[in-house]
């Protein structure tokens, strides 16, 4: 299946909590979207493994996109080295996105900088014909660069490129939050306490929608950064 949109996350939630609403909305437009999870979140302070990706797939039902996989490189640890590469890009190659979004280049989590710098790199080197991969039945993937890697806004504030209105999808995109169970706020929990479990952590991911909804004018927005500078035929796109 050709995607049109691949979003690239260091782990599972991340592409929920920062761009899934941008991912709602492309696919009501009749885009084919799919989410790329680097790891299982392993090291996550709750949940387990085999928790988060049933919780996966519970947002990716809700949110309806068209696929879904799991590298299952090391949380915490991964290398943005040839292995994690050549993963990646048999990944883009079976897909075929036109637009890549990927981890905040910056970040509070230092997986986050490090799965955009995969992203940056995997999508460039993809595009090399001399770089041999495989599909999953052995066939020879032929090369294939995305046009576009932008970058989804993470837990600390960067000034975006540009925000995309989201108003429309926000209460979708609260609820593939939420199907996260063990990672957000519940009174009923034996687990940690952690820096994302508090029901106050929730309400920030809601300010922030609104303090970029709020830049170009809407009620709920997510913001994005480009390495690139954007062209644009007119301005006719522009709000």
């Known amino acids: 299946m050709k ?8 782990h599972p939630d991340d592409a929920e909590l920062a761009c899934s609403g941008t991912i709602v909305s492309q696919i009501q437009q009749g885009k084919k979207v799919g989410i790329v999870d680097f790891t299982r979140g392993e090291l996550g302070t709750r949940g387990t493994p085999e928790i988060r990706i049933a919780e996966s797939a519970a947002s990716s039902a809700i949110l309806e996109i068209h696929a879904r996989e799991n590298l299952g490189i090391r949380d915490g640890f991964f290398r943005n080295d040839e292995e994690s590469q050549l993963k990646l890009i048999q ?16 970040d509070r989590h ?11 790199d995997a999508c460039f080197l993809s595009g090399l014909r001399k770089i041999e991969t495989h599909d999953e039945l052995g066939n020879a993937q032929a090369a294939w660069r995305p046009k ?4 989804y806004i993470q837990d600390r504030y960067l000034n975006p490129d540009f925000v995309i209105d989201v108003s429309a999808h926000w209460d ?12 957000f706020f519940d009174p009923n929990s034996n687990e940690p ?11 920030f991911i809601r300010a922030r929608s609104m303090e970029m909804g709020h830049k170009i004018g809407v009620k709920y927005g997510e913001g994005y950064q480009s390495q690139r500078t954007m062209g644009l035929n007119g301005f006719e796109a522009i709000l």
């Not at 990944?91 to 910056?106: F, G, S, T, W």
């Not at 576009?148 to 970058?151: E, Q, S």
């Open 3 to 10: 995607l049109d949109i691949l979003v690239m996350a260091a």
């Open 91 to 106: 990944i883009i190659r079976k897909y075929q996105p036109e637009i890549v979004l990927a981890n905040a280049l910056e």
């Open 110 to 120: 230092p997986d986050h900088g490090k799965g955009a710098q995969l992203a940056i």
């Open 148 to 151: 576009h890697v932008f970058h």
């Open 172 to 183: 979708v995109k609260e609820q593939s939050i939420r199907a996260f169970k063990s990672q």
């Open 193 to 203: 306490d952690s820096y994302i479990s508090s029901p106050d952590f929730l309400e």
